[in-house]
């Protein structure tokens, strides 16, 4: 199927036990015992790609307004972390160039979602692309998704080699045509659409099969008896005795 995901990846980082999208939630992840992880990127105004999934600052930040709106020196002042537990008090937002620093030096592999401000899919997606080349990050260790399928598109023309995985809501969309036209390895689906039948189609269109957000040990392990690839949730320390991060 292209890519060899692991079967189980912090959501996030480990949004269940860290702020999120934070180098403290990488670190969480490691320490839960999974190999890879999920987080969201996206741009400031002037171009810089940070871990962020909102549009706006307000919920993960002492911060607010939309993330496009500000400068990443404005969006570096900020405290991410005590919003969470006062024991992050002043961790910041990181940028994705720092993110991969810390998890090439945890040696965890990424799930990488694009998670444009409007508009701004195949811009993010460039710019993504851009850093990781730079860092030299193992094709093999790294997956990149998006909502935006224009994001994905943009990879497939002008940065081929990465890992393209699309995400749905469900499946009643146009997902098998653009995944074959985008030359994605994978598709990832929320949970409430995620069944036997839904993990067949995936696998029979040639893809890995994921679910998002699962925080459930006994869902988590009846999917995976189902078929399903990787569960990706909050609470990795929770469901790794059930799915062992290396999906032994």
Not at 2 to 25: F, K, M, Q
Not at 158 to 171: I, S, V
Not at 203 to 231: F, K, Q
Request: hydrophobic letters at 50%.
């Amino acid at each position: 199927m292209g890519i060899d995901l692991p079967a189980l990846i912090g959501h996030r980082g480990a949004a269940a036990v860290a702020p999120e999208n934070t180098l403290a939630g990488l670190s969480a992840a490691h320490q839960a015992g999974v190999t890879w992880v999920e987080v969201d990127v996206k741009l400031s105004a002037d171009n810089v790609a940070i871990l962020m999934h909102d549009d706006d600052l307000r919920r993960t930040t002492d911060g607010h307004g939309p993330v496009r709106q500000k400068t990443f020196a404005e969006i570096a002042a900020l405290d991410a972390g005590s919003w969470f537990d006062d024991r992050f008090k002043a961790e910041a937002v990181p940028t994705l160039q720092a993110g991969l620093q810390h998890l090439q030096a945890l040696d965890l592999g990424l799930n990488l979602e694009i998670k444009p401000c409007r508009g701004r899919g195949p811009q993010t997606a460039a710019v993504a692309a851009a850093v990781l080349a730079a860092h030299n990050f193992p094709l093999e260790q790294v997956l990149i998704t998006s909502f935006d399928w224009t994001a994905i598109a943009w990879l497939a023309e002008h940065a081929p080699r990465w890992h393209r995985g699309l995400l749905a809501e469900n499946l009643n969309c146009d997902w098998q045509a653009s995944s074959q036209a985008l030359g994605c390895v994978s598709l990832h689906v929320a949970d409430s659409a995620v069944d036997r039948e839904a993990i067949g189609k995936i696998h029979d269109a040639g893809m890995c099969a994921a679910a998002y957000t699962i925080n459930s040990v006994h869902r988590a392990a009846a999917l995976r008896a189902a078929g399903l690839d990787a569960v990706i949730t909050d609470d990795p320390g929770q469901l790794l005795p059930v799915l062992p991060a290396d999906g032994a």
